[in-house]
């Protein structure tokens, strides 16, 4: 299984990187962000919940995105890997996550972090808003997104760093151009 992390603040382009590594790597999406608001839509008692901190800018408590990510794993076992995209946002939940992965016999290969620069993340964002139809795509929580990953996920990269599996790309340019690097720190991971 090859197991991997797409890093980055809100506006990295995770999400666009992400549909290229599924197209191209055959890997299983996770993301949180998705998750929760298809729980949003579905009216759920778990979307309900979510709402509320996701209106705000906000992080839902690590209790609630690790169990999350526990029953995933738990139930999808049959997939060539994961790429996780929006978890983990905080060293709480990696450590979490590297426990789950040791009692599910698992591996991380690899944390890919996006880097872009808090200006264009804004502009970024502000224009997806326009189309996104999401509720946190405005500037008064664009805003606080972006101070919660200054204050509680950016840590996360040297959590990983510290386990020598953290790579950095560059985030602003080409689509293509990014996907090319990110390709290439796949493939130096990739053990068949
Ligand atoms: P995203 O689509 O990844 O930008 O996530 C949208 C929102 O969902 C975030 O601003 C948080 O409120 C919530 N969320 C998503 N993933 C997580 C996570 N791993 N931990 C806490 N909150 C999360």
């Given amino acids: 299984m090859f197991n991997i992390i797409l890093f980055g603040p809100p506006g990295s382009g995770k999400g666009t990187q992400s549909e290229w590594l ?26 309900i919940e979510a709402k509320k901190y996701i209106d705000q800018g906000q992080l839902l408590p ?11 794993l738990r139930k999808n076992t049959n997939t060539k890997g994961y ?6 946002r905080t060293v709480a939940q990696a450590e979490g996550l590297d426990a789950l992965f040791q009692r599910l016999n698992m591996e991380l290969a690899v944390l890919i972090s996006l880097d ?3 200006e264009e993340l804004k502009k970024r964002l502000i224009q997806r808003g326009k189309v996104s139809g999401r509720s946190d795509d405005n500037e008064v ?5 972006i101070k919660e990953y200054l204050n ?15 790579e950095k790309v560059n985030g602003i340019g080409a689509i293509e151009e990014i996907s090319n690097n990110i390709s290439e720190i796949v493939k130096k991971y990739h053990k068949e």
């Fill in 22 to 47: 599924i197209k191209n790597f055959g890997l299983t999406h996770i993301s949180t962000g998705d998750l929760l608001r298809s729980e949003i839509e579905a009216g759920s008692e778990m979307g």
């Fill in 62 to 72: 690590d209790k609630v995105m690790i169990g999350m990510i526990e029953e995933l």
């Fill in 83 to 88: 790429i996780f995209d929006g978890f983990p």
């Fill in 116 to 118: 872009v620069e808090e």
């Fill in 141 to 145: 929580v664009i805003t606080q997104r």
């Fill in 152 to 166: 509680k996920t950016k840590v996360v990269e040297s959590y990983y760093q510290d386990q020598g599996k953290l």
